[in-house]
DNA sequence: ATGGATGCAAAGTATTTGCATGAGA
DNA sequence: TCTCATGCAAATACTTTGCATCCAT
């Protein structure tokens, strides 16, 4: 239970290179806007709505149509390359899911997401549980609220 | 870790008096809008959204607006009476705060959703994190999802 | 009678669907 | 060439806003 890890995506080239022959070789196209959202969700962004995501590829120059990010969003899911997380204020947001599940801690104060790891974090709870109650363990979603160092470190007088 | 007890909403005609009576001493009108919703919530039902509510008022044959439900519940929540969850499939619900602190188990095939508490669930997490990392925690939300005891039970062909 | 509460219409935002067209492999 | 992928328009779903009216106290 006392055991949380800071997680660092690391923006590896190589990744996004192995993703993309993994996709090539199922039969999936590699078109330029199925590349743009991988690297976009690779880069390390914090979970991001589909409005910011449209933003964010219109200031890189990519023109896309919410439309197509929407179903390319659902591809992505389907072959879990990324998931859909609720933060709370009734937005879907959608981040790269590298390998580990994770949690957040979410700054109510200045939006920003910190992703970590608990590792074997509740599994002893869903074990009594699924003994207790017949229930079986799909996933669970966990997430933190409150004010980050950063903003605990500005005084009222500096906003 | 090992102290999960079952929630149970008792629906107490006393409890609905005891908030009627507090608002209407707060200076807040009690219309019959409000004591239907309140009513409601009350009644230990799972979490709700808004479409939801609605069609459940009206089914009791009571006709009301939707902006008057959204508004209604901007109202609760500010009293605290009720607040927002998030179950994972992009809808807001709301459900009755009656005093603890709980999380849930959602059925992902029947949807149901169990309430339940953990005694000092995360404390101690939360507390090491303080330390660690200056952020202060204001609240957190975790939601289990798997197969309930029902369905388990359920058998394919009697689907 | 006063001000909180309501209803209605309209606008705003998020998401999905149908269909014709475009472009990787 | 053969489909998967895309764009566009429109539909759907959910939520919010402005304003005139109502009604609980």
Chains 1, 2 share one sequence.
Do not use: W
Request: aromatic share 8%; net charge positive.
């Amino acid at each position: 239970m006392t055991d949380a890890t800071q997680l660092r995506y690391t923006p590896l080239v190589a990744d996004t290179e192995i993703i993309f022959e993994r996709l090539r070789k199922e039969g999936f196209r590699l078109t330029s806007t199925r590349k743009a959202v991988l690297r976009l969700f690779l880069s390390g962004e914090s979970p991001m709505t589909v409005p910011e995501l449209l933003l964010r590829l219109s200031t890189e120059g990519i023109s896309v149509n919410k439309t197509t990010v929407y179903r390319e969003l659902d591809f992505l899911i389907t072959r879990k390359l990324i998931r859909e997380v609720q933060l709370g204020d009734g937005l879907r947001r959608y981040e790269y899911l590298k390998g580990g599940h994770h949690h957040h801690l979410v700054c109510v104060k200045c939006k920003n997401i910190e992703c970590f790891e608990m590792k074997a974090c509740l599994k002893e709870f869903e074990e009594q549980i699924t003994a207790e109650k017949n229930f079986t363990f799909i996933k669970h979603s966990l997430e933190f609220f409150g004010i980050c160092a950063l903003c605990n470190g500005v005084t009222e007088s500096a906003r």
